[in-house]
């Protein structure tokens, strides 16, 4: 698959960067590189990309985050060289430590996580995918079902299953997440018969029920989607729910009530809000 990399550039940091960001994972805009304080990339699925798209949000942010911007076409390229130059390691809590291959391995942490993250959305590095691990990390998994909604890299689906998760289902609409999730799950020594990997929307979900759904995903999305997942959910299941902007948490969270689910928990991490809710 083919990719339009967007360059983005502006004379100042703002709160509504964040804004403007979730506006273009809207468009379908999956991951993003922050290139220096006032310049980052977008990166999109070529079929995805709508130029009329950008201009719109171009004037509708002209007040707000004036900005201006170019494309170029991302040919494929060795992506596991390409995130060897820039990709960290995240550690998180103390107890969960996300690294690349390439880098060594620590002994001080109780769980650890090894990805080849490529071109998927969701190594850590994003507010919205700490959030979720972080919450994770206080959870009891142990012998529970689990769907991964949007699973991108895989990885919240690999850390359910290394918290004692019983049987874990990972979806996303991209071949390229599908691809990444199954790469990291054999990568993390993990037995794949364990795993569900399906590629799609929520179309792909199967026709059973789980003790947890985990959605990484967009308000939009999430939002469409909220009705389905309380049918798939078993009584007093959990959802954790993560890439909403703090600004829309109202919105949100008039959502599931309104679809009868309990919020039991929220934090903002960078201007991103997580919530932890149960269906009643």
Not at 48 to 59: G, N, R, T
Not at 143 to 166: I, P, Y
């Amino acid at each position: 698959m083919k990719y339009f990399k967007i360059q983005v550039y502006y004379s100042e940091d703002s709160p509504w960067k964040d804004v403007f960001i979730q506006e273009l994972a809207n468009c379908g805009f999956e991951s993003f590189e922050d290139v220096d304080e006032k310049h980052f990339n977008a990166f999109i699925p070529e079929k995805l990309f709508d130029e009329k798209a950008i201009e719109k949000l171009q004037s509708e942010f002209q007040e707000t985050f004036p900005f201006s911007w170019n494309k170029e076409i991302i040919l494929p390229v060795n992506w596991n060289e390409e995130w060897e130059k820039n990709f960290s390691p995240i550690f998180i809590e103390n107890q969960l430590l996300i690294r690349a291959p390439f880098h060594s391995a620590e002994k001080n942490f109780r769980h650890e996580i090894v990805l080849n993250p490529k071109m998927a959305f969701g190594t850590g590095h994003h507010a919205t995918t700490y959030l979720m691990a972080k919450n994770m990390l206080s959870e009891q998994f142990e012998n529970k079902s689990v769907l991964d909604m949007g699973c991108g890299t895989g990885v919240l689906a690999v850390l359910a299953k290394k918290l004692g998760a019983k049987s874990v289902t990972a979806i996303d609409i991209d071949r390229w997440a599908y691809e990444n999730t199954l790469e990291n799950i054999t990568l993390n020594h993990l037995n794949i018969e364990d795993f569900e990997v399906l590629e799609g929307g929520q179309e792909a979900i199967p026709d059973k029920t789980f003790d947890f759904i985990l959605a990484n995903i967009n308000l939009n999305v999430l939002t469409e989607q909220i009705p389905l997942y309380y049918s798939h959910l078993n009584p007093n299941g959990l959802l954790y729910l993560s890439g909403i902007l703090s600004s829309d948490e109202n919105k949100i969270s008039s959502v599931l009530k309104k679809h009868n689910f309990k919020i039991i928990d929220t934090e903002i991490l960078n201007n991103w809000l997580f919530i932890k809710c149960k269906k009643q």
